[in-house]
Every structure is written in C-alpha cells, then in structure tokens.
C-alpha cells in the first residue's frame, strides 16, 4: 500500500539555519503531496502541496518539489525562524477514482527553532 | 469563521465508558474523516465519509463507530473506552475535489485510565 517515510525528529536550528527535512513516498497511483504543519496546541493545517512530478510548492518561504524519480518531496527553508518552530507532516493523497481525498501522512518531524 | 469544531479538547475516561467526540464543520464539505495521532506513528485514519449517510472505514477502524446523518456532523463514539485508544484525535474536512485542502481541527486529548 502507499507510505511516507519522513526522516526522525527532533531537529534543532539556530535562527537563520538553512532547513531541510526529508520525505519520500511510495504510491501505487500518481499521488499529490503534501506538507502539513502543527502548531503547538493547533491542529494541522496546509503548508504547500504539488500534484504532478516536477512541481514545486512553496508558501511562507518554504519549499518543496515532486520528484517522481526518487519518488521524494524533501522540505527546505533557507532561513528559519523561531515563529517555525512546529511539526511538519509529509503527506500524500492517491485519487483512487472515487470522491475522496484520504490523506496518509508520515510520522512528522518536531522542529526546534532556537534564537 | 468556525471551520471545524470539535468538542470536548479534553476528556479522560476510565475503561469500559463510552463517549462521543463530536465534529461540525461548517464549510458544506462532503468529505469528512477522523485521525488519531500517537507519537512516533504520526496520523492514522479511523474512518471517513464522502457524504450525508456514507461512511467507510479506515486504517485503524477497531473500537470506533460514526454516523454521518449531515453534511455538518461527524461524530466518532468510542463503545466501549480501552487504554489503547489513549491518544489526540483529529477531525478533519475537505471537499472531494481531488487534491483539495484538507481543514483540521484543533483536536481532542483523550486520556483512557
């Protein structure tokens, strides 16, 4: 079946670090990708996504491109902030044909943004 | 704007009660679906519904039950409370357009003793 695999938290940055947290999918289908961001205390809600190969969603300074080559979604930010300071979901969503959208996420990763 | 509600944030139960998390949203959505997250396995679909009156189930369906009689309600009963469903839950929403903006909630921390 289709999966995300995220690389492991924590990650710990200084103010202005370059970031990057790594997402790789398998899918059966042609999936759309997701990132995800949780707040402390907040549900979660949509960063960026990309629905076809060599996409490039971006939003708030973040970035991130389908690569169906190495079937990766990797998340960069050139310069953090401690207002980044959350845990981010790689996600994806397989239209299997029917009326749903059902969203399967990796296991998030915390980031620390210290100042 | 409301978006998705849920009710209670908080809740602690001893084994054997039931309870129903509650979820409006109010958006017109018709996909609506339910999520538990548990450290280290991110978030887990419980069930879903495409509409007033169909649900289906999910990856981790066991112990849970829900009811779509609206488009705005989904609420998600636990029968029978077991430790194992100690956890956050998610209500989330979105249209069934492909691709579209899944809408969270702010969770429910649910404490099973």
């Known amino acids: 079946g289709d999966s995300v695999t995220q690389m492991e938290g924590p990650v710990t940055l200084s103010e202005e670090a370059f970031l990057t947290i790594n997402c790789t999918y398998t899918?059966?289908?042609?999936?759309?990708l997701f990132w995800y961001v949780q707040y402390p205390g907040e549900g979660l809600q949509l960063l960026l996504k990309?629905?076809?190969?060599?996409d490039k969603g971006s939003n708030k300074g973040f970035e991130a491109t389908y690569r169906k080559e190495t079937t990766s979604f990797h998340l960069e930010k050139g310069s953090v902030q401690v207002s980044d300071s959350a845990v981010y979901f790689c996600?994806?969503?397989?239209?299997?044909?029917?009326?749903?959208?059902?969203?399967?996420f990796g296991t998030g990763t915390l980031l620390a943004v210290q100042p | 704007n409301a978006g998705v509600t849920q009710t209670p944030k908080f809740q602690v139960l001893k084994t054997g009660q039931s309870m129903t998390l509650q979820c409006a949203q109010d958006?017109?959505?018709?996909?609506m679906s339910w999520y538990r997250q548990d450290p280290g396995m991110g978030l887990r679909l419980i069930h879903y519904?495409?509409?007033?009156?169909?649900?289906d189930q999910g990856e981790v369906p066991n112990g849970y039950n829900v009811s779509r009689s609206t488009t705005e309600d989904f609420p998600l009963r636990l029968l029978s409370a077991a430790p194992s469903q100690t956890s956050v839950y998610f209500c989330?929403?979105?249209?069934?357009?492909?691709?579209?903006?899944?809408?969270f909630g702010q969770g429910t921390r649910l404490t099973v003793v």
């Open positions: 989330a929403s979105s249209s069934t357009v492909p691709n579209t903006e899944a809408f």
């Open positions: 519904s495409v509409g007033a009156g169909i649900t």
């Open positions: 899918a059966t289908g042609y999936p759309s």
């Open positions: 958006m017109n959505h018709e996909y």
């Open positions: 990309a629905t076809k190969a060599d």
């Open positions: 996600a994806l969503s397989d239209f299997y044909g029917g009326a749903t959208n059902k969203l399967i």
